[in-house]
């Protein structure tokens, strides 16, 4: 159920790509992140067209049987959510002590947002850190709650925490988010390093680097007859990546 509404909050240019491909008949889909992964999982059902998907949460949608045997034609790399959310807002009010008051900025329909969430508002209270959650369906609405706050005439926020979606993740929010950051000083911490995190004091991912050659050692294997279902799910360390400028 929550794949399927995963696909039907897919993008029309998502399902549109998917469509041709398993028209197309390839010999295999790549995707990323979540959202993608789940929309491809469904596309291909039916069909021997085997997909790897990287940085998805698996957590609660199904995507895969078990960690060991992902089962169907799917397999690919995980990201720790939510455990690598609380490591990020622990790794933020280490660099930044006296930020207590911390904007979660969010998609509000991304389905690995809930548990991000409540794994934030378990510890944040230990740590004395109040969390502003301000959730967002698209990237203009990003730039709206930005400048509401500078409307007013008081910022009332200590720092910025970027969830692991795909919204909050893109270059063109964290351009934004980097832009009102650099103008404030607000430290934000995020995920992966993109081009529009030149602006943004750290983050805390899986490297790209390893990414892809994870990824293309499965593809490898995949393309040489072993069924994706079969090949374990790939969990590689994050690492924190700091824009020291």
């Known amino acids: 159920h929550k794949q399927q509404m995963l696909f039907e909050d897919a993008t029309t240019e998502e399902k549109k790509v998917l469509a041709k491909f398993?028209?197309?008949?390839?010999?295999?889909i790549y995707v990323l992140p979540t959202r993608p992964a789940a929309a491809a999982k469904i596309a291909t059902q039916g069909t021997n067209i085997p997909v790897i998907f990287g940085l998805a949460g698996i957590e609660g949608i199904n995507l895969i049987d078990t960690i060991?045997?992902?089962?169907?034609?799917?397999?690919?790399?995980?990201?720790?959510?939510?455990?690598?959310?609380?490591?990020?807002?622990?790794?933020?009010?280490?660099?930044?002590?006296?930020?207590?008051?911390?904007?979660?900025?969010?998609?509000?329909?991304?389905?690995t947002v809930p548990a991000n969430l409540e794994a934030l508002n378990k510890v944040a209270p230990g740590m004395g850190l109040t969390l502003i959650e301000t959730p967002v369906t698209n990237v203009a609405d990003i730039d709206a709650s930005l400048k509401a706050r500078e409307k007013v005439g008081k910022i009332d926020i200590d720092a910025i925490l970027i969830l692991p979606e795909a919204l909050t993740t893109s270059p063109d929010?964290?351009?934004?988010?980097?832009?009102?950051?650099?103008?404030?000083?607000?430290?934000?911490?995020?995920?992966i390093s993109t081009p529009g995190t030149k602006k943004i004091l750290f983050g805390y991912d899986i490297n790209g680097?390893?990414?892809?050659?994870?990824?293309?050692?499965?593809?490898?294997?995949?393309?040489?007859?072993?069924?994706?279902?079969?090949?374990?799910?790939?969990?590689?360390?994050?690492?924190?990546?700091?824009?020291?400028?």
Not at 105 to 111: C, E, G, N, R, V
Not at 231 to 244: C, K, M, R, T
């Open 22 to 28: 398993v028209q197309d008949k390839v010999d295999l």
């Open 68 to 111: 060991a045997q992902p089962g169907g034609n799917i397999t690919g790399i995980r990201v720790f959510s939510p455990d690598n959310t609380v490591k990020r807002l622990e790794i933020l009010h280490e660099l930044a002590p006296s930020a207590k008051r911390i904007n979660i900025i969010h998609s509000s329909t991304y389905h």
């Open 173 to 191: 929010a964290t351009t934004i988010i980097g832009a009102f950051s650099e103008k404030y000083k607000i430290p934000v911490g995020t995920t």
């Open 209 to 245: 680097k390893e990414l892809g050659a994870v990824s293309s050692g499965m593809a490898d294997k995949v393309l040489k007859g072993t069924p994706a279902g079969t090949i374990a799910v790939s969990s590689p360390d994050p690492e924190l990546w700091v824009n020291y400028k």
